[in-house]
């Protein structure tokens, strides 16, 4: 692969920033702060940060305006991009350099150990590898990369330049739109968890839905999508998903929510646009959560959210020996706010 090399004039202009410093240096990636070299450049987002700009050996650092006028004597000679949004710039410089095989052009290209039904329809330009299936009825559209051993089930639709990395599985009829990213071992369309009691056991129900992916989703490694009961799970344009998540049927996500890992959501719940739901968080059924809302690690949701705002559950992380004497004093509550109410009574009827 041919190394990439820009200006950072060039780069101040790809990223509408400016300059403090030497414009002509030659920069040829990025790189943290702490491992940068004369041919890289860095950025800073995160105060924690800042005390690696003293020692930092990039030859160029994205930093803000307000940090450029508070560590200004610390910077000697560096040259700097300044931009009102480091870790903005960093995502669009990190293109620049992206090493990840591009669409083909031409004739769709099919690996000989692939195995394709007669049905299918494999647009122009698209890449099949070794191993994977694509059963009846299946369209792929321009540009779509299907990785090795993955299997594409019938009357699915894949949209245009959507990539799927190796071993994922589509159940039939899925809906994946244009520009989206499937990361290795998702599974989508699987069923979703519905079992009526019956007499001590469980009797299936039928899972008749499907799940719709809109354009531009992302979704990690090993997360799993079910297919609706009835309706189908949609995934709306823009959503990000983190690895190993669990969406269960008939579940919404709204436009450009972003999910990180080990995140679960039960069956039927709505969650708005633009939210972010941190790790390790359990969404309940049957929910609304409005757009707009920020859930913190670890959080447990199970009521619907109807404002916005920033939600969080459980405690932060304390020595162990605080923790179990802060756990012992929880378990107390309900007898000290008995105790309280009481001596409330006793001051007022003595008053």
Not at 8 to 18: F, M, Q, T, V
Not at 130 to 146: D, L, N, T
Not at 213 to 230: H, M, P, S
Request: net charge negative; glycine share 10%.
């Amino acid at each position: 692969m041919k190394l990439k090399k820009f200006s950072l004039d060039e780069l101040a202009s790809n990223l509408g920033a400016k300059v403090y410093g030497d414009e002509s240096i030659i920069i040829s990636g990025l790189a943290t702060l702490q491992s940068a070299d004369r041919s890289q450049i860095s950025f800073l987002a995160n105060p924690v940060y800042e005390k690696y700009l003293a020692q930092t050996q990039a030859g160029a650092v994205i930093i803000s305006d307000d940090v450029y006028s508070k560590v200004l004597k610390g910077l000697g000679s560096m040259s700097v991009l300044i931009h009102p949004n480091p870790y903005l710039a960093y995502a669009q410089l990190s293109h620049l350099w992206d090493n990840s095989p591009e669409p083909i052009e031409g004739p769709a290209f099919i690996h000989s150990n692939a195995s394709i039904h007669e049905s299918a329809v494999i647009s122009a330009g698209a890449f099949i590898d070794s191993g994977a299936v694509v059963q009846s009825g299946v369209v792929i559209h321009e540009g779509v990369v299907i990785g090795a051993n993955c299997v594409v089930g019938e009357d699915s639709i894949i949209g245009k330049n959507t990539r799927l990395h190796a071993n994922v599985t589509l159940y039939h009829a899925i809906t994946i739109g244009s520009d989206c990213l499937i990361h290795s071992g998702a599974v989508i369309g699987s069923d979703g968890f519905g079992f009526a009691p019956n007499k001590g056991a469980w009797d299936k129900i039928a899972q008749l839905g499907s799940v719709v992916i809109e354009d531009n989703v992302e979704i990690g490694a090993n997360t799993a999508i079910d297919r609706g009961a009835l309706d189908n799970t949609v995934i709306e344009e823009g959503v990000k998903l983190d690895n190993q998540i669990q969406i269960a049927h008939n579940v919404r996500i709204g436009k450009n929510t972003a999910m990180a890992a080990c995140c679960a959501v039960a069956g039927s719940t709505v969650i708005g646009s633009n939210c972010v739901i941190g790790g390790a968080s359990g969404i309940a059924g049957h929910l609304t959560i409005v757009d707009n809302v920020h859930i913190t690690a670890m959080t447990m949701v199970i009521k619907s959210l109807t404002t916005a705002g920033v939600y969080s559950s459980g405690t932060g992380v304390q020595p162990n020996d605080k923790w179990r004497k802060s756990i012992a004093r929880l378990r107390q509550l309900d007898k000290m706010a008995k105790r309280l109410a009481a001596l409330e009574k006793l001051v007022k009827t003595s008053s």
